[in-house]
C-alpha cells in the first residue's frame, strides 16, 4: 500500500491510445478520491469480451486515450469525503454497475438498474464533478465504465465497490465482478429452472458457461449448449453440458430442432450471445404453458425482436436480465461467501484458462480475440 492518502499516485496503466492499437504500460497520475469515491489497489484483473468489444470501437462512440478493464479484486487505498462504509485495508471487487441505495431501482427487491450508477459506456470521467482522476503530463485520460483495473492504481465510486471477506482469494473471485455473475445469475435468478428440469443455453463463452454452471448448480437434468462454434463443445462438457446443438447442421429452424429433442421444447432457456436470432430461436424453443426464456446478452442497437404473440399467449414467459440481477454491493459479498464456504457448488477455477503479468497484457487481448481463453487473470504485482 502508499503513504500517498490525500496525494497524487504514480502508477503504471495500460493505455489504450487508439482503437485496435495494442495498449501501451504508461506511468500514469492518479489523482485522491474526491466525494463519495475511494481510491483503489487493484492485485488481479481479468479481460472481458466487453473491454475487447469498446477497445475495437466498432460502432460505438470512440473514447480515447482511456484505461480499460472492468473484472477485478483490489484493496481500499484510500477514501473520499462522505465514503464511511469502507477504509483503507479492505478487500474489494469493482463492478461496472452500481447501487446508489437510495434510488428507486435500489430500494425495490426487484431490480438491480440503479438510476445514478447504472453502466454509462460512453461517459470517460467521474460523476462528482466531470473530470477524469488519471492523467499524464497534465493531460486526462480517460475513465471506462468506471472502473479503469487495467491500472495498478484506480480511483471509483463508493456505490461501484462490492467489499468481500479478505479471506477470499482475490485471483479468483475477481472474475465474479462481471460475466461470471451475469450468467450465474441469469439462471439462479431469473429463469430459476427446478431440479430435473431442462435448460438450453445459447453461446458458450464465458457468461453461457456461467449460465450453464448454474444449470448444474441448480439440478438441471438437460443442459443443451447451442453454439455455431462446434470448438467450444469440448470445453462445454467440463461444465456438464449434457447434449450439443450446432444450429449449422441443420436446415430447420434451431428451436424447432430442440423442440423435436425435448417432447415440446426445453423447460427453461438462456441467450447469451446478442445475436437477436439466438434470442428469438431462445424463447421459441421453450415448452408452452411454463417455458421461460431469459435473454442476456445486448443485441445491435436497429434489432427488432419478431415473435408470433401466439409464442406469449401460450403461457411461454420472456425476460430480461442485467448483471444477473445482482445488486453489487448487496448480493456479491454473498456470493463471494457462499462460494468461499461451498454453500453454493460454484467451480470458478473452471473459467480461469490463462494467467499473465500486467507487462504481458496485450497477450490477453490476443487470446481473446483466437477464442483461445475464459478468462486471463492479470497480475499487477509481477
Known amino acids: 500500500m502508499s503513504n500517498k492518502v490525500g496525494q497524487v499516485?504514480?502508477?503504471?496503466?495500460?493505455?489504450?491510445?487508439?482503437?485496435?492499437?495494442?495498449?501501451?504500460?504508461?506511468?500514469?497520475?492518479?489523482?485522491?478520491?474526491?466525494?463519495?469515491?475511494?481510491?483503489?489497489?487493484?492485485?488481479?484483473?481479468?479481460?472481458?469480451?466487453?473491454?475487447?468489444?469498446?477497445?475495437?470501437?466498432?460502432?460505438?462512440?470512440?473514447v480515447f486515450p482511456r484505461i480499460f478493464g472492468h473484472e477485478a479484486g483490489g484493496i481500499v487505498e484510500s477514501v473520499g469525503e462522505g465514503v464511511t462504509d469502507l477504509k483503507p485495508?479492505?478487500?474489494?471487487?469493482?463492478?461496472?454497475?452500481g447501487e446508489c441505495r437510495e434510488c428507486r431501482h435500489c430500494c425495490s427487491e426487484e431490480s438491480n438498474m440503479c438510476d445514478l450508477l447504472r453502466i454509462n459506456t460512453d461517459r470517460g470521467v467521474m460523476i462528482n464533478d466531470g473530470q477524469s482522476r488519471f492523467s499524464i503530463n497534465g493531460k486526462p485520460i480517460?475513465?471506462?465504465?468506471?472502473?479503469?483495473?487495467?491500472?495498478?492504481?484506480?480511483?471509483?465510486?463508493?456505490?461501484?465497490?462490492?467489499?468481500?471477506?479478505?479471506?477470499?482469494?482475490?485471483?479468483?473471485?475477481?472474475?465474479?465482478s462481471c460475466g461470471i455473475s451475469t450468467g450465474l445469475g441469469a439462471t439462479l435468478n431469473v429463469a430459476k429452472p427446478k431440479k430435473g428440469q431442462s435448460v438450453a443455453v445459447f453461446g458458450l463463452g464465458a457468461v453461457g458457461l456461467a449460465a450453464v454452471e448454474g444449470a448444474r448448480i441448480a439440478g438441471a437434468s438437460r443442459i443443451i449448449g447451442v453454439d455455431l462454434n462446434p470448438n467450444r463443445f469440448a470445453e462445454a462438457k467440463k461444465f456438464d453440458c449434457t447434449e450439443f446443438v450446432n444450429p449449422k447442421d441443420y436446415d430447420?429452424?434451431?428451436?424447432?430442432?430442440?423442440?423435436?429433442?425435448?417432447?415440446?421444447?426445453?423447460?427453461?432457456?438462456?441467450?447469451?450471445?446478442?445475436?437477436?436470432?439466438?434470442?428469438?430461436?431462445?424463447?421459441?424453443?421453450?415448452?408452452?404453458?411454463?417455458?421461460?426464456?431469459?435473454?442476456?446478452?445486448?443485441?445491435?442497437?436497429?434489432?427488432?425482436?419478431?415473435?408470433?404473440?401466439?409464442n406469449l399467449l401460450n403461457e411461454r414467459t420472456l425476460k430480461g436480465t442485467f448483471f444477473g440481477n445482482y445488486k453489487p454491493r448487496t448480493d456479491i459479498p454473498r456470493?463471494?461467501?457462499?462460494?468461499?464456504?461451498?454453500?453454493?457448488?460454484?467451480?470458478?477455477?473452471?473459467?480461469?484458462?490463462?494467467?499473465l503479468p500486467f507487462s504481458e497484457i496485450n497477450k490477453a487481448f490476443d487470446y481473446m480475440l483466437k477464442g483461445d481463453s475464459l478468462r486471463c487473470i492479470i497480475r499487477m504485482e509481477d
Open 9 to 62: 499516485i504514480r502508477c503504471k496503466a495500460a493505455v489504450a491510445w487508439e482503437a485496435g492499437k495494442p495498449l501501451v504500460i504508461e506511468e500514469v497520475e492518479v489523482a485522491p478520491p474526491q466525494k463519495n469515491e475511494v481510491r483503489l489497489k487493484i492485485l488481479f484483473t481479468s479481460l472481458c469480451h466487453t473491454d475487447v468489444y469498446f477497445w475495437e470501437a466498432k460502432g460505438q462512440t470512440p
Open 89 to 97: 485495508g479492505d478487500h474489494v471487487l469493482p463492478v461496472f454497475t
Open 142 to 176: 480517460y475513465h471506462f465504465v468506471g472502473t479503469s483495473t487495467f491500472s495498478e492504481y484506480t480511483v471509483v465510486h463508493v456505490g461501484c465497490v462490492a467489499k468481500i471477506n479478505p479471506a477470499a482469494p482475490l485471483d479468483k473471485v475477481c472474475v465474479l
Open 252 to 310: 430447420k429452424p434451431v428451436q424447432q430442432v430442440i423442440a423435436d429433442m425435448t417432447d415440446g421444447g426445453v423447460d427453461r432457456s438462456i441467450e447469451c450471445t446478442g445475436s437477436i436470432q439466438a434470442m428469438i430461436s431462445a424463447f421459441e424453443c421453450t415448452h408452452d404453458g411454463w417455458g421461460v426464456a431469459v435473454l442476456v446478452g445486448v443485441p445491435n442497437k436497429d434489432d427488432a425482436f419478431k415473435t408470433h404473440p401466439m
Open 335 to 355: 456470493v463471494v461467501e457462499q462460494y468461499m464456504n461451498k454453500e453454493l457448488d460454484l467451480q470458478l477455477e473452471k473459467f480461469i484458462t490463462h494467467s
